[in-house]
């Protein structure tokens, strides 16, 4: 089952780069004008109890994101290569540290930077958090993108042991609270 939801996101994924005309690096502050038709990123969040840790990969488009950093941090991040991505660790850290927030049972939780891998246009970048055996909420939001693209739509799937949770979440609905069954 899960290969058929990872298949199913991967497949969101090629959707999306399909429309993408490329935009190719930043000389400047970057709006939302940018030559650009979908604006979608995958979020992953795997907990496997009783681990006291989760997985999160977020993917997104490596330009897009080159792009959010250059605007942040006024630094060119070239991400073409895992090398290059892996060495910006820290940097995702911060900035995903401030469009991207998950609280467990009303506890808030750090991101930590674990790897990135390339796929094509896309960055998978995996980070991990420390967490409760027992979940008995999660309030997660997404709004990692949407400074630069208004648009940005951000795909969420949470699988906590045998629940999962999927939604959508846009600028105008950037969090969303998950209760678990007991």
Not at 24 to 45: F, K, M, Q, R, W
Not at 114 to 142: G, H, Q, V
Not at 143 to 154: A, V
Request: with cysteine; net charge negative.
């Amino acid at each position: 089952m899960y290969f058929i939801i990872s298949l199913a996101i991967s497949l969101q994924m090629f959707i999306a780069m399909i429309f993408i005309s490329g935009s190719g690096s930043v000389s400047g502050l970057l709006t939302s004008d940018s030559n650009h038709a979908v604006y979608i990123a995958v979020v992953e969040i795997k907990h496997i109890p009783p681990a006291t840790r989760a997985e999160i990969v977020i993917k997104v488009f490596t330009n897009d994101l080159e792009d959010a950093l250059y605007n942040a941090f006024n630094t060119h991040a070239k991400l073409q290569s895992e090398d290059n991505c892996t060495a910006h660790g820290l940097l995702f850290e911060k900035y995903f540290s401030s469009h991207f927030s998950c609280a467990i049972n009303e506890q808030e939780r750090k991101i930590r930077f674990t790897s990135c891998e390339k796929n094509e246009d896309s960055l998978w970048l995996r980070f991990d958090i420390t967490c409760p055996e027992k979940w008995k909420n999660l309030n997660i939001s997404a709004d990692f993108l949407m400074e630069l693209f208004p648009t940005q739509s951000n795909v969420i799937s949470v699988f906590h042991g045998n629940e999962k949770n999927y939604f959508r979440l846009t600028n105008s609905a950037k969090s969303r609270l998950i209760r678990f069954a007991d």
